[in-house]
């Protein structure tokens, strides 16, 4: 059939307050342009982050209940064990409050000053980690991922002549290579399994542990079914326990392929590296059966776990992402292609091409579609990449907007109403202009930093 419905009924809901564009010129105003700092209450159609933002299922809410409070071996933490081994037979688990707690501790044992890490691509927070230690983050995602209209399958394919050049160059001072699937950063690209397992036997040949940041796992695994030769017949969780065979380790966070609004975890083969993050978790965290969560939230893990892998819930996913994706590369605005799988991109410096990188098309782009159409979105270029740590500024490699869809939240109207504020938008997108950053902190500015319109 043409039309997408969804796999599932809804049987809560909560309301949507209508704002005039009027009103949200003001709000803009009154928080400096910076979308983060808006209200939810005054926002139409949140498409900020699919982090947390997921609704939860029956099974989820009555799992909740079923959570034990216990300060430690709380069944709850049994249950989300061996739901977490059951798709990655990782030796030591060990769960976190959410992905960045996970990578803090990580890269807080194995980073620092004089250490290099590279990746496909970095995301904000793993480079925000990665930077706070005093090492560096490096991107080696293949040329196909930064070419928004190629459309080659796996555009978040790791460039394997450059890692083992990079890996030569730096010899012991990398602690790990890492990928991410998907590349959230290079527009929801997927890996291909065969990627995953060329980098894993390129670190082991090196003798550099292999780390996936592995958010939007679920997803990855549906692309690599969809994609790559011989996997079409194979099932999801088949796929999935194959690529997390090929890796050391794990940084998680739960609040995107698991359906969970809060967790994460850290995982690996390692046990004298897991016996000092368990250290280190207690310290920062919590006991390691609950890490910073409360039982009940480490039991909504485990059901998520096993609703994800559902195909029909991840062909839904990923077709409401290709519908928006095809109705507004029809009217001509540049996408990132083919359709992520966990938001739309915008190619926002092509599209807005008279607004200069460092004059942020990204932030121009993004503060029109909440005004026009009460939309909230996050700018994936020049203000989240662009800034160095040692203070200088040059444009990111893209330029992009990203509508990161919450999962199983909205319906096939949101998404026509979505493509009709992009026709608004169409209309004036001439008239755009770009922005300055009047204030910002040293690091990750585009959460806190504070906007001026430029004439």
């Avoid at 933002?53 to 049994?78: H, K, L, N, V």
């Avoid at 480079?127 to 995602?141: C, M, Q």
């Avoid at 029909?312 to 077709?319: A, F, I, N, Q, T």
């Avoid at 990750?444 to 319109?453: D, I, L, P």
Wanted: aromatic content about 8%.
């Amino acid at each position: 059939m043409k039309t997408i419905i969804e796999p599932f009924r809804i049987k809560s809901v909560e309301p949507i307050r209508f704002t005039t564009r009027e009103e949200r010129q003001a709000l803009l105003k009154s928080v400096d342009y910076n979308l983060f700092a808006l209200k939810s209450e005054d926002v139409i159609i949140d498409l900020l982050t699919d982090s947390g933002t997921s609704a939860m299922s029956a099974e989820q809410w009555a799992a909740i209940m079923r959570g034990d409070e216990s300060y430690a071996g709380s069944p709850s933490f049994i249950r989300f064990e061996a739901a977490v081994r059951d798709l990655m037979d990782f030796k030591h688990i060990i769960p976190t409050h959410q992905g960045r707690a996970a990578e803090a501790i990580l890269f807080s044992l194995i980073a620092g000053p004089g250490k290099v890490i590279p990746s496909n691509t970095h995301f904000d927070t793993t480079r925000g980690n990665i930077e706070g230690t005093g090492a560096r983050a490096f991107d080696l995602v293949i040329a196909e991922g930064k070419d928004p209209q190629n459309l080659h399958p796996f555009k978040g394919n790791m460039d394997l002549d450059k890692l083992e050049a990079f890996l030569v160059e730096h010899g012991d001072a990398v602690p790990c290579v890492m990928t991410t699937i998907t590349n959230n950063a290079g527009g929801g690209q997927p890996v291909s399994l065969e990627n995953i397992r060329a980098t894993a036997k390129i670190s082991r040949a090196h003798n550099v542990p292999f780390i996936i940041d592995s958010c939007r796992f679920a997803e990855n695994a549906w692309f690599i079914k969809q994609r790559e030769p011989g996997q079409g017949d194979r099932s999801i969780k088949d796929i999935v326990r194959d690529m997390f065979e090929l890796a050391d380790g794990m940084t998680m966070s739960a609040k995107k392929d698991a359906f969970a609004n809060i967790g994460g975890w850290l995982a690996m083969n390692d046990d004298d590296l897991a016996q000092k993050a368990r250290t280190r978790l207690i310290q920062t965290e919590g006991f390691p059966t609950y890490g910073g969560l409360a039982g009940r939230d480490l039991d909504a893990i485990a059901q998520g776990l096993s609703e994800i892998i559902n195909e029909d819930y991840l062909r839904y996913r990923v077709r409401t992402n290709e519908y928006i994706v095809e109705r507004l590369d029809a009217m001509g605005i540049p996408v990132v292609k083919p359709a992520g799988g966990h938001a739309v991109f915008i190619d926002a410096r092509a599209w807005l091409d008279h607004v200069e990188p460092l004059k942020y098309p990204g932030q121009a782009l993004a503060v029109a579609l909440y005004e026009i159409g009460g939309i909230r979105s996050c700018e994936i270029g020049t203000v989240m990449f662009g800034r160095h740590p040692d203070g200088s500024e040059s444009p990111a490699a893209m330029d992009l907007v990203r509508l990161a869809m919450p999962r199983r939240v909205y319906t096939q109207s949101h998404a026509d109403y979505i493509v009709e504020v992009f026709e608004e938008v169409q209309a004036t997108k001439d008239d755009l202009r770009g922005f300055e950053i009047v204030e910002e902190p040293p690091m990750m500015r585009h959460f806190t930093a504070k906007f001026g319109k430029l004439g």
